[in-house]
């Protein structure tokens, strides 16, 4: 199972394997295994205070053990398929904060180093922060101004960072990028060469944003460092710096920008899911529709 997951996917599973599935039902024979058995562990694990969400990740695990045991002839029946054990997915209700361009601003202007040129590619692009730390210089084409995500940056316990390929395939993604953050990408450029030839032991990985040593960055790490220059710029502690991704999305649709296109920047899935998350920003679209109306009204009397 293991190679044909992303490693720190596998070490979420076996989490969820060792701490939660095995104690309550492993003594249980497989074949002896009923759906009152699962739906009371279900409930157990609700009343001890668990999440719907992580009561439900429990279930994804179980059910696909089970689909496989089914295709192995271990057992005739998967039990998690029967109506009264499965679980509804819980609705996502995180709040999505959105920096102002002066926050914006504001952060930029405090980021130090790399982070300066990293925070402003997420602003510029969209991309999430595995998207970031994964971006390589290949995938740069400063000629036609494009970015493209082929690799990402993942964090797992038993190899620390490493370089993946993206979760979905709706991640691969070549998108247009300003003249602006080319501009920062060539000069930023210099300084990696010279650590490079600095370095005794670079591990040339092509990365954009790698340690000083060519190795991948932590994802979790940028996290908190974000955090320590949204304090250091005295904004708000509630943004994180997926906020940049969100508000990268708000602007563009704020400015008119098609969702489908917004879509695709930001490599959805579905074009439901754009809709979904960014809810909020299409009532306010709907302002300026009575001034574009009378606009074509009045250009139609003048003509």
């Known amino acids: 199972m293991q190679g044909h997951v992303r490693q720190n996917t596998w070490e979420s599973y076996e989490i969820i394997v060792r701490v939660h599935l095995k104690p309550a039902l492993g003594m249980i024979p497989l074949a002896k295994l009923q759906p009152q058995a699962i739906r009371a562990f279900y ?3 609700k009343s001890s205070g668990l999440s719907d969400q992580s009561v439900q990740y429990m279930h994804t695990v179980l059910n696909a053990a089970l689909k496989q045991a089914v295709l ?3 057992i005739e029946k998967n039990p998690c398929t029967i109506a009264s054990v499965r679980i509804k997915k819980p609705q996502r209700t995180k709040e999505i904060n959105v920096l102002s361009q002066e926050q914006v601003n504001k952060l930029l202007a405090t980021a130090t180093d790399w982070h300066k040129i990293i925070f402003f590619i997420a602003w510029g692009t969209g991309l999430r922060r595995e998207e970031l730390l994964g971006l390589r210089w ?4 400063f000629k036609k101004g494009t970015l493209s995500v ?4 993942i964090c797992t316990k038993a190899f620390g960072s490493m370089i993946n390929k993206p979760k ?3 991640y691969y993604r070549t998108i247009p990028i300003s003249k602006e953050i080319l501009q920062d990408l060539k000069k930023y450029r210099l300084v990696v060469k010279s650590e490079q030839l600095n370095s005794l032991s670079y591990e040339n990985n092509d990365l954009v944003f790698a340690r000083k040593d060519g190795k991948p960055r932590d994802p979790k790490r940028l996290s908190k460092d974000f955090k320590k220059f949204i304090i250091s710029a005295g904004l708000p502690e509630k943004f994180h710096l997926h906020d940049l991704h969100h508000t990268h999305a708000t602007q563009l649709l704020q400015l008119g920008v ?3 296109v917004v879509q695709y920047r930001l490599g959805h899935s579905t074009f439901q899911q754009t809709k979904d998350t960014y809810s909020h920003v299409f009532p306010q679209m709907q302002d300026s529709i009575a001034d574009m109306m009378s606009a074509m009204l009045q250009n139609k009397n003048q003509s």
Request: net charge negative; no cysteine; hydrophobic share 15%.
């Open 43 to 45: 409930d157990e694990k």
């Open 72 to 74: 192995d002839e271990s």
């Open 138 to 141: 290949q995938d740069i084409d």
């Open 150 to 153: 082929n690799t990402t940056v």
């Open 168 to 170: 979905n395939a709706s």
């Open 258 to 260: 098609h969702p489908k």
